[in-house]
């Protein structure tokens, strides 16, 4: 079983829709979710962070984390194209190591 | 701040040439991270220096990689020899936190090795 687990995709959804991204974890002593968007070609770029569960909220994207089930996700709201990406979900591991997924691909219609 | 400087963005070399990659981070982070990225393994990181120290070596994945940060503002990743399976993009990334998730990433350096 890999450390952090994303559905690779891609994952298409029209312009306007919602867009929900997934990662489960194998480590339960995890304390540190993060999500960063990759664009092709470039460099993977931090936009939520989640350390409790629930839900936070920042704009249009929404992280949710539950820890009983080992589950972060990533709610995208009014997908625009310039959405289309690789989301990388990342875990702090109880080790202190940053373990990224291998990332899910987004591509939104217009 | 300029952000994390990466350099060359791009590099060709053949098998056996030592390739030098450089990296200065965004300036009063602490901690510096390289990581690899590639289509099979994802986002590696290699390893990470806190105050020019390096505390994790264990995802260098041998001996012919080697990385030194000298200074503050500049560390450098080796590989000497080097080897077709290295082609990836090299990331370098900079942090105020210990755990690299607040990190802000470089441009990437392509290696490609043949």
């Known amino acids: 079983q890999k450390e952090v687990e994303q559905n690779s995709g891609p994952l298409s959804v029209p312009e306007g829709a919602i867009a929900s991204l997934n990662c489960t974890y194998s480590d339960r002593g995890s304390q540190s979710f993060f999500w960063y968007r990759q664009y092709s070609g470039k460099s993977p770029e931090l936009i939520m962070f989640i350390y409790s569960n629930g839900d936070k909220e920042d704009g249009r994207f929404t992280a949710q984390l539950n820890k009983a089930s080992q589950y972060v996700s990533l709610l995208i709201r009014d997908s625009q194209p310039s959405d289309s990406a690789t989301y990388l979900c990342?875990?702090?591991?109880?080790?202190?190591?940053?373990?990224f997924g291998q990332g899910t691909t987004l591509q939104v219609k217009p | 701040d300029a952000g994390v400087i990466q350099s060359p963005r791009h590099e060709v070399t053949e098998m056996g040439q030592e390739v030098t990659l450089r990296c200065k981070p965004i300036s009063g982070h602490d901690y510096l991270f390289w990581y690899r990225q590639t289509m099979m393994r994802g986002l590696e990181l290699l390893i990470y220096?806190?105050?020019?120290?390096?505390?994790?070596d264990s995802g260098m994945p041998e001996d012919r990689f080697s990385a030194k940060m000298p200074n503050a503002s500049f560390s450098t990743l080796k590989i000497q020899p080097s080897e077709p399976r290295d082609s990836a993009v090299y990331f370098c990334?900079?942090?105020?936190?210990?755990?690299?998730?607040?990190?802000?990433f470089g441009q990437g350096t392509r290696l490609t090795v043949v």
């Open positions: 220096f806190n105050n020019n120290v390096p505390i994790d």
């Open positions: 990342a875990v702090l591991s109880n080790t202190g190591k940053l373990i």
């Open positions: 990334a900079s942090s105020f936190s210990p755990s690299g998730g607040m990190a802000f």
